[in-house]
Nanobody
Framework: QVQLVESGGGVVQAGGSLRLSCAAS????????MGWFRQAPGKEREFVVA????????FYADSVKGRFTFSKDYDKNTIYLQMNSLKPEDTGVYYC?????????????????WGQGTQVTVSS
């Protein structure tokens, strides 16, 4: 079992910034993948960013490239998502996710564990 604890989120005006963090504990694997997804009201959950732990290769959704920055702390098994230049369309619940091994890191069905979610609201 893997436990994911998220923090951060909140309400910010368009153009502002927020930082999310997600700490993982429990059993992990060499092919571990961690990432962030988000879900807006009435919409499906969508991929934001993910990292393959062993290689450090990071994948971003096109919609957040250049605005969001993903970072990691291997010692703490923690990932961070710095979100800058936020837009109203970034509003949603952001979920941290982990997979023991994932081929398609952009697909939510590949992930085994999910955090409780944290709300991000960007006002116009």
């Amino acid at each position: 079992q893997v436990q994911l604890v998220e923090s951060g989120g909140g309400v910010v005006q368009a153009g502002g910034s927020l930082r999310l963090s997600c700490a993982a504990s429990g059993r992990t694997s060499r092919n571990y993948v961690m990432g962030w997804f988000r879900q807006a009201p009435g919409k499906e959950r969508e991929f934001v960013v993910a990292i393959r732990w062993s290689s450090g290769i990071t994948f971003y959704a096109d919609s957040v490239k250049g605005r969001f920055t993903f970072s990691k702390d291997y010692d703490k098994n923690t990932i961070y998502l710095q979100m800058n230049s936020l837009k109203p369309e970034d509003t949603g619940v952001y979920y941290c996710a982990a997979a023991m091994a994932a081929m398609r890191v952009r697909e939510s069905y590949e992930y085994d564990y999910w955090g409780q979610g944290t709300q991000v609201t960007v006002s116009s």
